[in-house]
């Protein structure tokens, strides 16, 4: 799977719109993008997908560049409850389950 | 969607002691796996359980220490034997469903 770069950690002001950039520059054609977030004390949630296309789902947008090397997740109106660590992975999507997990984006949504 | 549930949610461990964590899954999955995040870290694959064959682990993990059955399409267990503080952790377990993973809540282990 290839390696994601995140930035450690953002501040948000509630009802904005947060980004969350993460490179992953040696992304194979066959390997989607894929954003998970965890809220402390539980487990990872899924959040949203996409392969090449941009992709808007109840919770998130996702932009992913022409290139594909980039990408950032979307929270259109932050909420404190957003306040997370966010996950951006890369992965062949038939081997869905197996994943490689980074260090991840502290996203702290502030009032 | 995939709902999971683990057992136990937290305990206290005395080290030298060894532990079996429980996951249940409301559906039949192909695929389960289990990931350890220790104290302000991020998740590491420990292994790969499919029922009817022996889970594939990741370097640097093994069996003798971690022992992992998975019975059926629905349930398998994670042991942690001869714990030691640094086996202080969150266990969970993970599912594959369509394109989606899904995991647990969780097993947060102190060993004392």
């Known amino acids: 799977d290839a390696k994601t770069t995140q930035p450690t950690s953002m501040d948000c002001a509630e009802g904005r719109a947060a980004n969350l950039p993460c490179n992953h520059s040696?992304?194979?054609?066959?390997?989607?993008v894929y954003w998970y977030r965890q809220i402390h004390s539980q487990g990872p949630q899924y959040i949203i997908h996409?392969?090449?296309n941009n992709e808007t789902n109840e919770m998130a947008s996702l932009i992913i560049t022409e290139d594909r090397k980039s990408s950032t997740l979307i929270l259109p109106h932050a909420t404190l409850r957003d306040t997370a660590v966010y996950y951006c992975?890369?992965?062949?999507?038939?081997?869905?389950?197996?994943?490689?997990f980074g260090d991840g984006t502290t996203l702290t949504v502030k009032p | 969607s995939a709902v999971i549930s683990q057992k136990p949610s937290r305990d206290i461990c005395q080290r030298g002691t060894s532990l079996t964590i429980q996951c249940q899954v409301d559906s039949q999955v192909t695929m389960m796996f289990w990931y350890r995040q220790q104290p302000g870290q991020s998740l590491t694959l420990i292994a790969t359980?499919?029922?009817?064959?022996?889970?594939?682990?990741e370097s640097g993990f093994v069996i003798d220490k971690f022992p992992i059955s998975r019975p059926n399409l629905t349930f398998s267990t994670l042991t942690v034997s001869n714990m030691s503080p640094e086996d202080s952790s969150i266990y969970l377990c993970?599912?594959?469903?369509?394109?989606?993973?899904?995991f647990g809540e969780g097993s947060w282990l102190t060993v004392v």
């Open positions: 992975i890369v992965r062949v999507d038939t081997n869905a389950g197996k994943s490689t």
């Open positions: 993970s599912v594959s469903s369509g394109n989606t993973i899904y």
């Open positions: 996409g392969l090449k």
């Open positions: 359980a499919n029922q009817g064959s022996e889970a594939t682990y």
């Open positions: 040696t992304i194979s054609g066959n390997e989607y």
